[in-house]
Protein backbone atom coordinates (compact mmCIF):
# COMPACT_ATOMS: atom_id res chain seq x y z
CA UNK A 1 0.00 0.00 0.00
CA UNK A 2 0.92 3.81 -1.00
CA UNK A 3 1.41 5.76 1.99
CA UNK A 4 -1.83 8.67 2.11
CA UNK A 5 0.19 12.19 0.88
CA UNK A 6 1.07 13.68 3.80
CA UNK A 7 1.24 11.22 6.01
CA UNK A 8 4.68 10.37 8.32
CA UNK A 9 5.88 7.51 10.43
CA UNK A 10 6.16 10.67 12.70
CA UNK A 11 2.73 12.04 12.45
CA UNK A 12 1.75 8.38 12.86
CA UNK A 13 3.79 8.10 15.99
CA UNK A 14 2.23 11.31 17.38
CA UNK A 15 -1.62 10.22 17.14
CA UNK A 16 -0.99 6.55 18.33
CA UNK A 17 0.97 8.46 21.34
CA UNK A 18 -1.75 11.25 21.62
CA UNK A 19 -4.58 8.36 21.95
CA UNK A 20 -2.53 6.23 24.50
CA UNK A 21 -1.89 9.26 26.77
CA UNK A 22 -5.28 10.06 26.79
CA UNK A 23 -6.02 7.13 28.40
CA UNK A 24 -7.69 5.58 24.70
CA UNK A 25 -5.69 2.59 25.40
CA UNK A 26 -4.90 1.01 29.07
CA UNK A 27 -1.09 -0.87 30.32
CA UNK A 28 -1.45 -4.06 29.03
CA UNK A 29 -4.07 -3.49 25.30
CA UNK A 30 -2.50 -4.89 22.25
CA UNK A 31 -2.69 -2.53 19.08
CA UNK A 32 -3.94 -3.07 15.99
CA UNK A 33 -1.82 -5.52 14.00
CA UNK A 34 0.54 -3.63 11.65
CA UNK A 35 -2.05 -5.19 9.17
CA UNK A 36 -5.22 -3.54 10.57
CA UNK A 37 -3.04 -0.48 11.73
CA UNK A 38 -2.09 0.67 8.05
CA UNK A 39 -5.48 0.20 6.71
CA UNK A 40 -6.91 1.97 9.41
CA UNK A 41 -4.46 4.76 8.67
CA UNK A 42 -4.05 4.42 5.19
CA UNK A 43 -0.58 4.39 5.14
CA UNK A 44 2.18 1.50 4.52
CA UNK A 45 3.10 -1.61 6.90
CA UNK A 46 6.93 -0.62 7.02
CA UNK A 47 5.78 3.14 8.10
CA UNK A 48 3.27 1.31 11.04
CA UNK A 49 6.60 -0.71 11.77
CA UNK A 50 8.67 2.77 12.14
CA UNK A 51 6.09 4.31 13.88
CA UNK A 52 5.70 1.57 16.54
CA UNK A 53 9.67 1.57 16.64
CA UNK A 54 9.30 5.42 17.52
CA UNK A 55 6.62 4.43 20.27
CA UNK A 56 9.00 1.71 21.38
CA UNK A 57 12.04 4.09 22.01
CA UNK A 58 9.65 6.48 24.20
CA UNK A 59 8.97 3.97 26.42
CA UNK A 60 5.08 3.78 25.55
CA UNK A 61 4.98 -0.10 24.05
CA UNK A 62 6.63 -2.79 24.14
CA UNK A 63 6.75 -5.24 20.72
CA UNK A 64 6.65 -8.80 21.39
CA UNK A 65 7.89 -10.48 18.09
CA UNK A 66 5.07 -12.62 16.84
CA UNK A 67 2.57 -11.27 19.15
CA UNK A 68 2.15 -7.57 18.39
CA UNK A 69 2.47 -4.48 20.40
CA UNK A 70 1.65 -3.75 23.72
CA UNK A 71 1.05 -0.66 25.98
CA UNK A 72 3.09 -0.21 28.52
CA UNK A 73 2.61 1.12 31.77
CA UNK A 74 3.25 4.89 32.98
CA UNK A 75 7.08 5.50 33.10
CA UNK A 76 8.12 8.36 34.48
CA UNK A 77 9.89 9.10 31.17
CA UNK A 78 7.15 8.18 29.23
CA UNK A 79 6.69 11.80 27.19
CA UNK A 80 9.88 13.33 29.14
CA UNK A 81 11.47 13.81 25.65
CA UNK A 82 10.36 16.41 24.57
CA UNK A 83 10.76 18.88 27.77
CA UNK A 84 14.42 17.94 27.69
CA UNK A 85 14.47 19.18 23.87
CA UNK A 86 13.15 22.13 25.34
CA UNK A 87 15.28 22.81 28.28
CA UNK A 88 18.46 21.86 25.85
CA UNK A 89 17.28 24.84 23.45
CA UNK A 90 17.66 27.12 26.81
CA UNK A 91 21.45 26.06 26.71
CA UNK A 92 21.24 25.60 30.77
CA UNK A 93 24.16 26.00 33.36
CA UNK A 94 25.54 23.63 35.63
CA UNK A 95 24.07 26.52 38.31
CA UNK A 96 20.88 26.62 37.08
CA UNK A 97 20.49 23.08 37.17
CA UNK A 98 21.61 22.94 40.85
CA UNK A 99 19.21 25.60 42.34
CA UNK A 100 16.45 23.65 40.20
CA UNK A 101 17.43 20.41 41.95
CA UNK A 102 17.97 22.18 45.26
CA UNK A 103 14.15 23.09 44.82
CA UNK A 104 12.80 20.05 44.00
CA UNK A 105 14.68 17.21 45.08
CA UNK A 106 15.08 18.49 48.69
CA UNK A 107 11.14 18.53 49.59
CA UNK A 108 11.15 15.54 47.30
CA UNK A 109 13.12 13.52 49.63
CA UNK A 110 11.17 15.30 52.59
CA UNK A 111 7.67 13.69 51.01
CA UNK A 112 9.47 10.71 51.01
CA UNK A 113 10.20 10.76 54.43
CA UNK A 114 6.82 11.41 55.72
CA UNK A 115 5.37 8.71 52.91
CA UNK A 116 7.80 5.95 52.53
CA UNK A 117 6.06 2.44 52.88
CA UNK A 118 7.97 -0.62 53.74
CA UNK A 119 8.27 -1.54 49.52
CA UNK A 120 9.30 2.16 49.15
CA UNK A 121 11.91 1.99 51.63
CA UNK A 122 13.28 -1.90 50.16
CA UNK A 123 13.31 -0.65 46.59
CA UNK A 124 15.72 2.58 47.62
CA UNK A 125 17.83 -0.07 49.73
CA UNK A 126 18.15 -2.30 46.58
CA UNK A 127 18.59 0.97 44.53
CA UNK A 128 21.31 2.12 46.77
CA UNK A 129 23.10 -1.18 46.92
CA UNK A 130 23.21 -1.27 43.13
CA UNK A 131 24.76 2.54 42.94
CA UNK A 132 27.38 1.40 45.83
CA UNK A 133 28.17 -1.78 43.48
CA UNK A 134 28.98 0.23 40.26
CA UNK A 135 31.65 -0.89 38.76
CA UNK A 136 32.26 1.65 35.75
CA UNK A 137 31.51 5.20 34.85
CA UNK A 138 27.92 4.32 32.57
CA UNK A 139 26.68 2.02 35.14
CA UNK A 140 27.56 4.69 37.87
CA UNK A 141 25.28 7.45 36.43
CA UNK A 142 22.45 5.40 35.57
CA UNK A 143 22.24 3.86 38.66
CA UNK A 144 22.49 7.27 40.52
CA UNK A 145 19.72 8.69 38.22
CA UNK A 146 17.87 5.09 39.04
CA UNK A 147 18.22 6.23 43.17
CA UNK A 148 17.10 9.84 42.91
CA UNK A 149 14.26 8.88 41.01
CA UNK A 150 13.56 6.12 43.03
CA UNK A 151 12.98 8.96 46.39
CA UNK A 152 10.66 10.13 44.20
CA UNK A 153 8.70 7.43 44.02
CA UNK A 154 9.01 6.92 47.17
CA UNK A 155 7.32 10.52 47.77
CA UNK A 156 4.04 9.30 46.19
CA UNK A 157 3.66 12.35 44.21
CA UNK A 158 3.70 11.01 40.34
CA UNK A 159 3.99 15.08 39.06
CA UNK A 160 6.95 15.47 41.03
CA UNK A 161 8.30 12.14 39.30
CA UNK A 162 7.53 13.36 36.45
CA UNK A 163 9.04 16.29 36.45
CA UNK A 164 12.51 14.73 37.42
CA UNK A 165 11.84 11.99 34.81
CA UNK A 166 12.20 14.58 32.53
CA UNK A 167 15.49 16.01 34.12
CA UNK A 168 17.41 13.01 34.02
CA UNK A 169 19.71 13.70 30.44
CA UNK A 170 19.98 16.97 32.77
CA UNK A 171 21.04 15.23 35.69
CA UNK A 172 23.28 12.29 34.00
CA UNK A 173 25.36 15.55 32.69
CA UNK A 174 26.12 16.69 35.98
CA UNK A 175 26.57 13.58 37.56
CA UNK A 176 29.72 12.42 35.25
CA UNK A 177 31.61 15.43 36.16
CA UNK A 178 32.16 14.09 39.20
CA UNK A 179 33.45 10.47 38.39
CA UNK A 180 36.85 11.63 37.82
CA UNK A 181 37.24 12.93 41.39
CA UNK A 182 37.40 10.59 44.27
CA UNK A 183 36.83 13.21 46.69
CA UNK A 184 33.77 14.34 45.25
CA UNK A 185 32.55 10.66 44.74
CA UNK A 186 33.17 9.90 48.48
CA UNK A 187 31.16 12.70 49.43
CA UNK A 188 28.25 11.95 46.91
CA UNK A 189 28.05 8.16 48.31
CA UNK A 190 27.85 9.36 51.66
CA UNK A 191 24.88 11.33 51.39
CA UNK A 192 22.94 8.52 49.46
CA UNK A 193 22.75 6.59 52.38
CA UNK A 194 22.18 9.13 54.80
CA UNK A 195 19.12 10.21 52.58
CA UNK A 196 18.51 6.57 52.32
CA UNK A 197 18.68 6.06 56.05
CA UNK A 198 16.51 9.27 56.82
CA UNK A 199 13.69 8.39 54.19
CA UNK A 200 14.01 4.50 56.26
CA UNK A 201 13.31 5.96 59.85
CA UNK A 202 10.41 7.94 58.41
CA UNK A 203 12.72 11.46 59.33
CA UNK A 204 11.23 14.20 56.49
CA UNK A 205 13.58 16.93 58.28
CA UNK A 206 16.32 14.79 57.96
CA UNK A 207 15.64 13.53 54.55
CA UNK A 208 15.02 17.27 53.25
CA UNK A 209 18.53 18.08 54.95
CA UNK A 210 20.22 15.52 53.57
CA UNK A 211 19.38 15.56 50.28
CA UNK A 212 20.16 19.62 50.74
CA UNK A 213 23.87 18.67 52.03
CA UNK A 214 24.14 16.25 49.27
CA UNK A 215 23.22 18.69 45.92
CA UNK A 216 25.15 21.61 48.35
CA UNK A 217 27.75 22.83 45.22
CA UNK A 218 29.98 24.77 47.67
CA UNK A 219 32.34 21.57 48.59
CA UNK A 220 32.06 20.24 44.70
CA UNK A 221 34.43 22.63 43.77
CA UNK A 222 32.43 23.88 40.39
CA UNK A 223 34.35 27.02 40.78
CA UNK A 224 33.61 28.75 37.35
CA UNK A 225 32.04 25.87 35.85
CA UNK A 226 28.91 27.21 37.46
CA UNK A 227 27.85 29.58 34.69
CA UNK A 228 29.11 26.99 31.82
CA UNK A 229 27.02 25.32 29.27
CA UNK A 230 25.79 21.99 30.81
CA UNK A 231 27.02 20.18 27.94
CA UNK A 232 29.51 21.17 27.56
CA UNK A 233 30.95 20.68 30.93
CA UNK A 234 29.68 17.15 30.51
CA UNK A 235 31.18 17.05 27.44
CA UNK A 236 35.04 17.85 29.15
CA UNK A 237 34.40 15.42 31.77
CA UNK A 238 33.86 12.20 29.26
CA UNK A 239 37.32 13.58 27.58
CA UNK A 240 38.83 13.70 31.05
CA UNK A 241 37.46 9.79 31.93
CA UNK A 242 38.48 8.48 28.46
CA UNK A 243 35.28 7.71 27.57
CA UNK A 244 35.63 9.53 24.16
CA UNK A 245 33.12 12.90 22.75
CA UNK A 246 29.63 11.21 22.24
CA UNK A 247 27.79 12.77 24.69
CA UNK A 248 24.81 11.92 23.01
CA UNK A 249 25.45 8.48 22.96
CA UNK A 250 26.72 8.19 26.69
CA UNK A 251 23.55 9.74 27.55
CA UNK A 252 21.50 7.32 25.60
CA UNK A 253 23.35 4.43 27.82
CA UNK A 254 22.83 5.14 30.84
CA UNK A 255 19.39 7.10 30.64
CA UNK A 256 17.43 4.00 29.68
CA UNK A 257 13.97 4.30 28.46
CA UNK A 258 12.24 2.30 31.34
CA UNK A 259 13.99 4.22 34.12
CA UNK A 260 11.90 4.62 37.27
CA UNK A 261 9.01 2.39 38.20
CA UNK A 262 7.19 1.91 34.55
CA UNK A 263 6.66 -2.10 34.33
CA UNK A 264 6.52 -4.00 31.32
CA UNK A 265 4.03 -5.67 29.89
CA UNK A 266 2.81 -7.93 27.25
CA UNK A 267 3.50 -10.85 29.09
CA UNK A 268 0.49 -12.33 29.50
Same mark, same amino acid.
Given at each position: ????????????????????????????????????????????????????????????????????????????????????????????????????????????????????????????????????????????? =?? /? @???? $?????? +?????? #?? *?? &???????????????????????????????????????????RAAM???????????????????????????????? =?? /? @???? $?RDVV? +?????? #?? *?? &??
Amino acid at each position: MTSRPGKSRDSLAAELEAEILSGGLAPGDRLFSERQLAERQGVSRPMVREALRILAERGLVEIAPGRGAFVRHPSPLAGSRPLDAVYRRAHPTAWELIEARLVIESETASLAGQRAGLDDVRRLERRLQALESASDPAESV =GR /D @LAFH $LEVAVA +AHNRIL #EA *VL &ASLASLLAELMVRTLGEPEAHQRTARFHREVYEAIAARDPERARAAMRSHLDPAPAGLGRQYDDDLDAMALRALRRLGL =GD /D @LPRF $LRDVVP +ADLGSG #ET *VG &AR
